[in-house]
């Protein structure tokens, strides 16, 4: 497995994943050809500093993998940077064989590479199988997160 920057290429493999469970069906728009509206938000993560759009890819070049980190610079903490992680998606054939592991440990490094002082993510209450897996990880659920859709 390597790791590496999201490519304008990977947006279709990339939504093909994010659509690929019970409750991303539900949101997402897989299609070909692919709404424009995924090339648009692709175009603003990349000129974004802050985000990171990155795939992991087999020995073919083939995505298996995606995650999106953000990094918050803010006042408390004095000045701290918090890390994000969103969006993590494994493809369907490479799950179960330590892909989503992987991811994090690398997200994790990468995070205090760019001096965050916390990674965060935040999952559907709808998914125990994943909150069991990120507390196996040494996440914890610390805050109650609340949220308001339009």
Known sequence: MKFR??????????????????????REKYTIPLPQTYYDAYERIDSDQNQELTVVVNEKDEVIGVFQMTFIPYLTYQGGVRAQIEGVRVHKSYRNQGVGKTIFQWAIQRAKERNAHLLQLTT?????????????LGFKASHEGMKMHF
Do not use: C, H, W
């Not at 920057?5 to 539900?26: E, F, R, W």
């Not at 559907?124 to 196996?136: N, Q, V, W």
């Open 5 to 26: 920057k999201a490519s304008i290429k990977d947006v279709p493999n990339i939504v093909q994943m994010i659509a690929d469970d019970a409750l991303g069906s539900t």
């Open 124 to 136: 559907d209450k709808k998914r125990p199988d994943a909150i069991r897996f990120y507390e196996s």
